[in-house]
Each structure stands twice: as structure tokens, then as C-alpha cells.
């Protein structure tokens, strides 16, 4: 009868291992989202904006069956799709000094499909503008009436 027991035990103990759910690989912020960036980066000569835009599983696979694309970026559907998101980007995105639009020119584009089972897609966009902000004019400080 001990030895059923033992038999019995270990029976149940590997159903519970297995009945445990593994850990799964999802987008941190949900298989939906979409998290978009922008970051300003200003120099002596020019301005520079990164945009970022990363998309989880749902999303990404959308795009990729709408688009009829691969998740491989060096596919010329793909290239072709980030050139023409980085021209609507650029046609977005309005860079300002003192009033005047500065013009802005795409710098580099990129789109990664990180390794692994998930289509997750990461684009980065950087676009800069020429003229810096050496250009700006002091200007008095304005106080208000007290």
C-alpha cells in the first residue's frame, strides 16, 4: 500500500508541473497597443526629431496581411512601405523656430522585427532640419503687472 501511495503522489505532483501554465512571450503593454515617441534632439546646427512607433502582435499582423508583406525587413514590400511612413511622417511633423517652418529632410529609416515567435514590429523614423537654433534672436523677458 506505501508503494501505491508513492505511485499515487508523484502521478498527481506531474499533473500539477504539467497543468501549470508555461510563461508566454506578449507585448508588455498588450498584444493591441500601439506606443508611439517623439523625441527632439537639438544641436548647435540642426535640429533633429526621432519617431518611433511600436506596434504589438495584433497590429503588426493587420498591417502585414493588409499590405500583403513579410515580417522580413529587408523585403522590398517592407522597405517600400517604411519609405512611404516616413514621407507621411515627414508631412505630419511641423518644426517651428521664432514663427518660421523649418523644412525637414529624412535622415535614416528603420523597421525591426525582433527575433522570436511574436510579430511585433519597432519603426524609427529621424528626421532633422538644418538650422539650429543659433539663429533665435534673444528676446527680453516679458513681466507681468503685479
Known amino acids: 500500500m506505501g508503494t501505491q501511495r508513492i505511485v499515487r503522489a508523484l502521478g498527481l505532483l506531474a499533473a500539477l508541473i504539467l497543468a ?3 510563461p508566454g512571450q506578449t507585448h508588455p ?3 493591441f497597443s500601439i506606443s508611439q515617441y517623439s ?7 540642426a535640429i533633429a526629431v526621432r519617431y518611433f512607433v511600436d506596434m504589438a502582435e495584433i497590429p503588426t499582423f493587420q498591417e502585414l496581411q493588409a499590405r500583403d508583406m513579410p515580417a522580413d525587413p529587408s523585403d522590398g514590400r517592407v ?8 514621407d507621411a511622417l515627414k508631412a505630419g511633423l511641423v518644426l517651428e523656430i521664432d514663427g518660421r517652418r523649418l523644412a525637414l529632410a529624412v535622415r535614416s529609416a528603420q523597421v525591426i522585427f525582433p527575433p522570436g515567435d511574436l510579430c511585433v514590429r519597432r519603426d524609427q523614423v529621424q ?9 533665435r534672436r534673444p528676446r527680453a523677458p516679458v513681466l507681468g503687472a503685479r
Open 20 to 22: 501549470i501554465p508555461a
Open 29 to 31: 503593454l498588450g498584444n
Open 39 to 45: 523625441g527632439i534632439q537639438i544641436e548647435p546646427d
Open 79 to 86: 522597405l517600400r512601405y517604411l519609405r512611404e511612413t516616413a
Open 127 to 135: 528626421q532633422s532640419a538644418r538650422e539650429g537654433p543659433q539663429r
